[in-house]
C-alpha cells in the first residue's frame, strides 16, 4: 500500500509567483528594481501592480466559479478512496503490428510489479490486434484490447485508457519500444514514496536520445529545460509522454488537448500548478524500428506554445491534495 501519501507538499504561497517572476529577471540579467530615471521606476511599479491585481482578480475568479465547478467534491474524491496497488499501462496504437511483439517481450521482462496493459486501438482493421490476440491465446491474462472512445487519434486512446480505472498509478508507454521500460520499477518506487506524477527524463543527467528528427528534438529540449529553469518545474522534460501518473490527479483539472502530444504537456503543467508533487528518473529514449512516426510537429506546435505558457500562470495549490483516508 501507499503509505502516507500527500503529506510532503507545502502550501505554495500567493507571492511566491512574483518573487518567481524576479528570480527569473535576474537570471536573464534584468533588475526590475535597478532602472535609471524616477519616472521609468514608477512606470515599471504601477503596470507591476496592476499585473498583481490582474492576476490576483484572475485567482478569486476561478476560486469562485471554474474552481468549484471543475473540481470534485470531497465525496467523490475521498468516497470509496481504495488505492490500488496494481499498475496500468496504457499503450496507445496505430498499426504496430510489427512492434507489438517486442513492446510485449519487454514489458514483461522489465517490470516485476503487477501490471494490467490497455492497448488502445482507433479502428478495428489495425494491425496490432491480431499480434496481440496471438499473445493472449497463449495464456497472457494481462492485456486488454479497447476501442479508442474519445475521438481518433492519440489523446483519445489515452484517456480512453485513464477512463478504465478510478484510481492508482498509470503509466503511458509507447507501442515502438521507444520508451526506457528498464526505468518502471524506479519510478514506481517514486510513486509509492507519494509523488503524483513520476516523469521518465531524456534531459536531465543520466538520461538521452537516439535517433529521430532534430527540430522536434531541439524543440523538446528546449521547452523541457526552460520550464525547469525559468518556471520551476521539477522535471527537465515535462514534454516526454513517458510518466506515471496517480490516477486521482487527472481529476483535479478540466483535460482539454484533443488532438496530440501536447496532452502530455499539459497534464504536467497543469498538475504542476494546482501543486502536485512530481519527481523525474533518467531514461533514454529511441526512435521506432519499424513504421513511421505519426508526430505532427508543425501542426501541433501553437497547441504545445499554449500549454508553455500556461505554464507562467499563478500557483493554487488544490484544496483536495491532502492526507487521504487510507483504509
Ligand atoms: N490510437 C492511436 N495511437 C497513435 C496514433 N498516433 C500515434 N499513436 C501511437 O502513439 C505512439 C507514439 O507514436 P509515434 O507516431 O511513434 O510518435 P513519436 O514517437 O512521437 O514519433 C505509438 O504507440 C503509436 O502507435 C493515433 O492516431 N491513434
Ligand atoms: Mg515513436
Not at 484572475?58 to 474552481?67: M, T
Not at 484510481?167 to 517514486?190: F, I, K, Q, T, Y
Not at 494546482?274 to 531514461?283: K, L
Request: with cysteine; proline share 5%.
Amino acid at each position: 500500500m501507499r503509505d502516507s501519501p500527500h503529506t510532503f507538499i507545502e502550501e505554495v504561497p500567493f507571492y511566491a509567483n512574483y518573487v518567481e517572476l524576479v528570480r527569473m529577471l535576474g537570471r536573464l540579467g534584468i533588475d526590475p528594481f535597478k532602472s535609471a530615471t524616477p519616472y521609468f521606476r514608477i512606470s515599471a511599479a504601477s503596470v507591476l501592480v496592476m499585473g498583481i491585481l490582474l492576476l490576483w482578480t484572475e485567482n478569486v475568479w476561478i476560486a469562485a466559479f471554474a474552481g468549484a465547478a471543475q473540481c470534485p467534491t470531497d465525496h467523490d474524491f475521498y468516497g470509496d478512496l481504495r488505492m490500488s496497488d496494481c499498475l496500468t499501462v496504457v499503450i496507445p496504437v496505430y498499426n504496430e503490428g510489427a512492434n507489438f511483439r517486442t513492446l510485449w517481450a519487454d514489458l514483461v521482462s522489465q517490470i516485476r510489479s503487477r501490471f494490467i496493459a490497455f492497448v488502445v486501438y482507433d479502428f478495428p482493421e489495425d494491425d496490432t490486434i491480431p499480434v496481440a490476440r496471438d499473445i493472449v491465446a497463449t495464456g497472457e491474462n494481462r492485456i486488454r484490447l479497447l476501442q479508442n472512445n474519445k475521438g481518433r487519434g492519440v489523446v483519445g486512446a489515452i484517456l480512453t485508457g485513464f477512463n478504465q480505472i478510478e484510481h492508482g498509478p498509470v503509466l503511458v508507454v509507447m507501442a515502438d519500444s521507444s520508451d526506457d521500460l528498464s526505468r518502471v520499477e524506479e519510478m514506481l518506487n517514486w510513486y509509492w514514496k507519494g509523488y503524483h506524477i513520476v516523469v521518465g527524463s531524456r534531459y536531465m543527467k543520466g538520461g538521452g536520445i537516439e535517433g529521430g528528427p532534430w527540430v522536434k528534438q531541439a524543440l523538446s529540449r528546449l521547452a523541457g529545460l526552460s520550464l525547469y529553469w525559468l518556471r520551476g518545474l521539477p522535471t527537465h522534460d515535462a514534454t516526454n509522454a513517458f510518466k506515471i501518473y496517480d490516477r486521482d490527479i487527472l481529476r483535479l483539472f478540466p483535460i482539454e488537448s484533443r488532438g496530440g502530444f501536447e496532452l502530455n504537456l499539459e497534464l504536467t503543467v497543469k498538475a504542476y500548478l494546482v501543486g502536485c508533487a512530481i519527481a523525474e528518473v533518467p531514461c533514454c529514449w529511441k526512435d521506432r524500428t519499424y513504421g513511421k512516426s505519426h508526430f505532427k510537429l508543425w501542426a501541433w506546435l501553437p497547441r504545445y506554445m499554449r500549454w508553455y505558457l500556461y505554464a507562467f500562470r499563478p500557483r493554487r495549490r488544490s484544496r483536495f491534495l491532502r492526507d487521504p483516508i487510507v483504509t
